[in-house]
């Protein structure tokens, strides 16, 4: 059980975790710090929490968990206001997609006797702010915990036992390791369907408007991914520069002999990837990442079989 | 109403034809072949039609419908099994994802009297075989016909009419133009998402299984994609090839733009792609092709809000 749960930022994950935490009973008071003025009063309207402020360091004084729900880029900002506030004892945790630049970024503004546990809860949706959350996202996903090795077991168990109780699974993993895995199985996914939606946006009037009208299975999927809040994907660019541009110089040169497959016809080659790629698939099936329903990217289409 | 269907070929898509039209009650007769046994033996324990044969050319004689619903790659070799026995103002059609091919290889086979109107129902999922189809599949979806110029229009209100039954919207298209769109629209999507999840199967074994157990959205959503059939994503690559490399072309100049946004941190730039392509998205729900409901790429996951 949480006394006060601070958390600044009110967005996707903010107001998510602000829902789970009231619908729980997790935390005896919740408080709720925000930039801006109209996103506050909207969290205030919809009665996410018990303390609504623009003073971040008034929200985290005597908190004995904050989170960060802000993109990564305003972290040294936020701490900037908050660490004179933070309580001896407080966790101070992150729920950023990336997590090697926030242990470097935070780790020297982080005050004797605060505990530093960056976490990614690997949740949402391509919806944004306050309105946008809801108490289930959490469940049943994964939540990755980013501990230094001499970090406080017993802060790293509460806070592991807050995400449990939110209805994640929590594991711990190095900073780095995290990042090269997000940046291949998140980051470059959504650099490349951004991409390819930017690419449509710049085609001639009349092609783009039938791409529009029929637009299919695999470029609708592509503008769900490519309709995710903007300013945090510049963040995660800009703080996962390493490796997404490890991961997307392998991808281009993976892409790079498939043109040449393409252009030079060769069927074989293009058949033997093409079937290699369901055996990963079916992978992430069987360890429940995903369920076997056809799924045409619209809601509620489901066949009746 | 069609006296006697033939559809050459039964997996997701055949299949899915043959239930929406006893379904819907749209032919008298449906003859069905398959170059497999297994296959063809599916078929009929699946109750699909009426007349099951290995034997094509058997299917075809009378029908006043036939589908080749097979990869495209084998349109000709079909077409050499058939034209002799199809009936004078039969309609031939078929369902391959590209066009400009198929009136390229088909054109010089069809037989005097013979009305041959292209299609392509713009539906789907990554399933394959007939057990994989169902009624419901064309429900709303767009079926695009590409007739000649000087294609009976008799014939092509009547096969309108057929898709229309079987809940689709019809459009004509150019078959150049619909080859155009349809690379943007979903092969260049397909290819790029075979090649992520192929650079992905060959990363050192202990990142790829962390890769399976994190897979977030994103990547994901990619697998989907790329657990389509194999040996028709190959035919589409290699009888679509110029438009496919004319437009990764476009895709692959504008990915150089964003690799090197990300290197030199250009967090203006990041920004202002990431909230273009959100106006790409709207338009897309606008045209109805998608809904707005959020998506976590897992079937009944949807929230309680």
């Known amino acids: 059980m ?9 967005g996707l994950i903010g107001s998510s975790i602000a829902r789970g935490v009231r619908a729980r009973g997790l935390a005896r008071t919740i408080a709720i710090s925000t930039r801006k003025k109209d996103t506050l009063a909207e969290a205030e309207a919809l009665g996410l929490g018990d303390i609504y402020t623009l003073d971040a360091a008034e929200a985290v004084r005597n908190a004995d968990l904050v989170i960060l729900c802000t993109p990564v880029g305003a972290y040294e900002a936020v701490m900037d206001q908050i660490a004179p506030a933070l309580a001896p004892g407080a966790i101070l945790s992150d729920v950023g997609s990336v ?3 926030v242990h470097q970024a935070l780790k020297p503004k982080i005050p004797q006797g605060v505990h530093f546990i960056p976490g990614h809860p690997l949740a949402g949706t391509e919806h944004s702010g306050p309105a946008a959350g809801f108490a289930e996202l959490f469940e049943n996903r994964w939540c990755v915990l980013t501990p230094d090795a001499d970090a406080d077991p017993q802060a ?3 806070l592991t036992a807050f995400w ?3 209805g994640a699974n929590v594991e711990t993993m190095d900073p780095t390791h995290h990042d090269l895995v997000l940046a291949i199985t998140s980051h470059v996914p959504h650099l490349v369907a951004y991409n390819i939606v930017g690419t449509v946006a710049d085609l001639e009037a009349h092609t783009q408007s039938e791409v529009i009208k029929f637009s299919a299975s695999g470029f609708r999927d592509f503008t769900r ?3 995710s809040d903007p300013v945090m994907w510049r963040d995660v660019f800009l703080t996962n520069r390493d490796a997404v541009l490890e991961m997307l110089g392998r991808f281009l040169e993976d892409l790079s002999v498939l043109q040449r497959a393409v252009r030079i016809g060769d069927g074989p080659a293009l058949e033997d990837l093409f079937t290699r790629t ?6 992430i099936i069987e360890a429940g990442q995903e369920t076997d ?3 045409f990217g619209r809601h509620g289409a489901s066949p009746k079989k």
Do not use: T
């Open 99 to 101: 997590k090697g630049h």
């Open 278 to 283: 369901r055996a990963i698939r079916r992978s």
């Open 2 to 10: 949480i006394e006060k749960l601070a958390l600044i930022g009110i």
């Open 164 to 166: 449990q109780g939110l």
């Open 293 to 295: 329903a056809p799924d």
């Open 225 to 227: 991914i490519a309709a």
């Open 156 to 158: 790293v168990e509460k």
